[in-house]
């Protein structure tokens, strides 16, 4: 399986930041797997964001949650994440991870990351 993530690297305060994960490998189809959102910001460690599963079910880190959402395309095999309302300290490496249901934080597979940096 592989994961890979894609969208703008540059993004100015108070807009939507927006990123796809593209699945391959594998199907996004099932209710095996959480598909995550996870981010480093610099000279930080990693922070979760949140996760889907095929069904549509999502759970958001209680501090994002106001401004998060996450999706599933299922005709492209890839999910997605918004966050609105970015600000400087939203700029930060974006993952996206898969892991098994039952095992949430225990992250199979990877992407290998976008830098997102939010600046006017």
């Known amino acids: 399986v592989q994961l890979q993530e894609s969208g703008p690297g540059l993004v100015k305060p108070s807009q939507t930041l927006s990123l796809t994960c593209a699945v391959s490998?594998?199907?996004?189809?099932?209710?095996?797997?959480?598909w995550s959102w996870v981010r480093q910001p610099p000279g930080k460690g990693l922070e979760f964001i949140g996760h889907?599963?095929?069904?549509?079910?999502?759970y958001y880190s209680p501090s994002l949650r106001s401004r998060t959402s996450i999706s599933v395309d299922t005709s492209n095999n890839q999910f997605s994440l918004q966050l609105s309302s970015v600000t400087p300290e939203d700029t930060a490496v974006y993952y996206c991870?898969?892991?098994?249901?039952?095992?949430?934080?225990?992250?199979?597979?990877w992407g290998q990351g976008t830098q997102v940096t939010v600046s006017s």
């Open positions: 991870a898969r892991s098994v249901v039952g095992l949430v934080y225990e992250y199979e597979y």
């Open positions: 490998g594998g199907s996004i189809t099932t209710n095996s797997y959480h």
């Open positions: 889907i599963v095929y069904s549509g079910n999502t």
